[in-house]
């Protein structure tokens, strides 16, 4: 049994906790209302696991980030060094609001969490796929139909947890990369809420390049970033 931090007590963060309690972790849950407020909602809706401080979940074997992309400034860096994270999070300018800075086709989101926490390793995975199909979709290792989630880190050692995390879970990891990479499955690509096979994955990943967002991010980036 292993330990996961995961902060965001919403429907992603619920989810992964369900699955991770399922699958023998030990589990913390927090949330920016803090314990008393997020006990009741997690002991309702992910039985097994434990509401925590953010502070507490960042103490954990693996952390994932299941909050909006925005609150990534209020993250405990000095809490986080040495961790690996893994970052669901992703930019939603409809929710968000316009944030250039979030959406500079020169970097990923997930570079711009590790730039912050520049001490813990970031591993991108888990956000391009809804709550609900990560539930609907978890299979057993092994199972005929199970579904594929795109992995991308630059830590080999944190890579491999990821991987073993996700497998847990019910899915297939598929390694596309470093950290940089992770921009093939942000919102806007082909392999953004989609439900595929390792299989299907790996030829989204491969023909990134050639998609729409793909053909956009390269002449944005041939021009300076701009």
Do not use: C
């Amino acid at each position: 049994m292993s330990s996961v931090g995961i902060v965001g007590a919403g429907r992603l963060g619920l989810a992964v906790a369900r699955l991770a309690v399922a699958s023998g972790h030990r589990v913390l849950v927090a949330g920016s209302a803090g314990p008393a407020r997020v006990g009741p909602v997690v002991a309702s809706h992910a039985p097994g696991a434990a509401a925590a401080t953010v502070t507490e979940a960042a103490s954990a074997d693996l952390v994932v980030l299941a909050m909006p992309l925005t609150a990534y400034p209020t993250l405990p860096v000095a809490a986080l060094v040495g961790r690996t994270v893994l970052d669901a999070t992703n930019y939603w300018w409809e929710l968000d609001g316009l944030r250039p800075d979030l959406a500079d086709p020169a970097t990923s989101t997930s570079e711009i969490v590790q730039a912050h926490l520049a001490g813990a390793s970031v591993v991108k995975s888990l956000g391009h796929m809804s709550a609900a199909d990560l539930e609907a979709e978890a299979r057993p290792r092994g199972a005929t139909g199970r579904k594929a989630v795109a992995v991308a880190g630059d830590d080999p050692a944190a890579v491999a947890q990821v991987v073993r995390f996700v497998d847990d879970l019910g899915f297939d990891p598929v390694v596309v990369g470093g950290l940089a990479e992770g921009i093939r499955f942000e919102p806007g690509t082909e392999i953004f809420g989609g439900d595929v096979d390792a299989a299907e994955l790996r030829a989204l990943v491969a023909r990134f390049p050639d998609s729409q967002r793909g053909r956009y991010l390269a002449k944005i980036r041939a021009r300076g970033g701009r």
